[in-house]
């Protein structure tokens, strides 16, 4: 065997260990998906449980609690076969410093849950204090899944995960807005600061859900639409526009501290069968994956075709500057009424916090999202020279490469060239 061939078995052999490692993050997610969604439901009612001084969502908060363990002791399971020392086998493929990090954050979260819920049932805790204590768990909880993106090497997984990371990052905010929205119709009216709050959060979820919809497959872009046009959108949309509106409420609402958030909670938990296929489509992709490097190991695929084919992410790209996003403008003081609440104090400081980190995440994915984008455009202009040249995939891709070194131009240049000039065409022959 050549040293060619053997150097390109070797990397095959490589990239299925790393792909194994995958998997198994994978696996993770999943569990931490499950977790978070219990977790943000255990946030509400104890926000709300905190907030009317255990008068109400006492039974509420006892259910969600016993949701919380449930789906913690599954993710402790998980978690325990990377901090227990590994002698039979090589150590977590993927477990690379900065991910160890985020999972020590999020064992160290966990453990000081059950002092936290004994701290609420005492009423030793603000509102604003569980929220604060809750949103850092959950955003610790989202960066293992950010850090799982961050390791993916392969196309096809990284568009999953970072279609999976942005609607569960939309779905947090909306977990949020929906601990705003019950504050605000609770008092019966919203200052400019927490209309300004909810106009962030709406936009946040937005940027999110936009992103998700992006890179999402047919089957679930097709599955949100539907989604959208529930009655369900319209109702919370409805209340949006009277929260965020600068006239008083209606006087004439019936409850609609208790309307908002069963409405919000409804849209959340619609959200959560999406999040679940998206895990399932995650998993679904590294085992096919894997399957597939395993038979090219077997058919001992040609040196030339494995060398002929593209790094998924360009290095030009990956050079590219992610510019700082601009920092939000302060929101503002509060009212006298909001300021005399137990439950508010902080809870636009809070939201800003959550969401700067939230952000800070996403900034760091703008460069995948943008070499995922431009390798669409290569696909399309790999499709149109098959169809227009009568060419194979492979014999399209060499000549747009071999276009771009006789030009002395980046292949996502000619790509797009290859496009606007297909479309001048065609536009011609209407």
């Known amino acids: 065997m050549e040293a060619i061939d053997r150097l390109l078995r ?11 490692g995958l998997a198994e993050t994978a696996a993770v997610v999943g569990d931490i998906s499950h977790f978070v969604h219990a977790l943000q439901r255990e946030r509400g009612a104890s926000s709300i449980y905190l907030g ?8 509420q908060r006892r259910q ?3 949701d919380s363990r449930q789906a913690e002791i599954t993710l402790r399971q998980r978690l325990e076969e990377w901090a227990t020392p590994q002698t039979d086998r090589a150590p977590h493929r993927l477990a690379n410093t900065r991910l160890l990090i ?34 850092r768990l959950i955003s610790n909880l989202l960066s293992v899944i950010f850090e799982a993106a961050d390791t993916a090497g392969d196309i096809e997984i990284t568009r999953v995960l970072v279609c999976l990371f942005h609607f569960i990052q939309g779905k947090e905010l909306a977990g949020q807005e929906r601990a705003c929205g019950a504050f605000g119709f609770t008092l019966g009216a919203f200052d400019e600061a927490h209309r300004q709050t909810l106009r962030q959060l709406i936009d946040a979820q937005q940027r999110c859900f936009e992103t998700f919809a992006e890179f999402a497959s047919a089957d679930l872009a097709s599955r949100w639409r539907r989604e959208l046009d529930q009655p369900v959108h319209g109702a919370i949309d409805r209340l949006r526009e009277l929260a965020t509106q600068e006239t008083p409420l209606p006087g004439d609402l019936d409850d609609p501290g208790e309307q908002w958030f069963a409405i919000a909670t409804q849209r959340i938990d619609a959200m959560k069968g999406i999040e679940d296929r998206l895990v ?16 090219d190991i077997e058919n001992g695929s040609g040196p030339q075709e494995a060398l002929n084919g593209e790094p998924w992410a360009a290095p030009l790209n990956l050079l590219l500057e992610v510019p700082a996003s601009d920092q939000a403008a302060g929101l503002g003081a509060l009212t006298a009424n909001t300021m005399d609440s137990r439950f508010s104090r902080s809870l636009i400081d809070l939201v800003q916090l959550q969401n700067a980190r939230l952000q800070q995440i996403s900034d ?10 431009d390798r669409k455009r290569i696909d399309r202009a790999k499709g149109l020279l098959m169809t227009h040249r009568q060419l194979s995939e492979d014999e399209a891709y060499r000549l747009l490469r071999k276009t771009a070194m006789d030009q002395s131009k980046p292949l996502i240049e ?6 606007d000039l297909v479309e001048m065409l065609s536009s011609k022959h209407l």
Request: charged share 30%.
């Open 10 to 20: 070797a990397a095959k052999i490589s990239e299925i260990e790393q792909l194994t």
């Open 52 to 59: 009317s001084q255990g008068r109400r969502f006492a039974t």
């Open 64 to 66: 969600r609690i016993a």
């Open 102 to 135: 985020r999972v020590a954050a999020v064992w160290h979260g966990l453990d000081a849950l059950p002092g936290i819920r004994l701290e609420i049932d005492a009423h030793r805790l603000t509102a604003d204090d569980a929220v604060r204590l809750f949103n």
């Open 280 to 295: 399932e489509e995650l998993q679904h992709s590294c085992r096919e994956r894997i399957v597939q490097t395993e038979r």
């Open 364 to 373: 760091e994915l703008e460069t995948t999202r943008r070499t995922l984008r």
């Open 414 to 419: 000619v790509a797009q060239n290859v496009i």
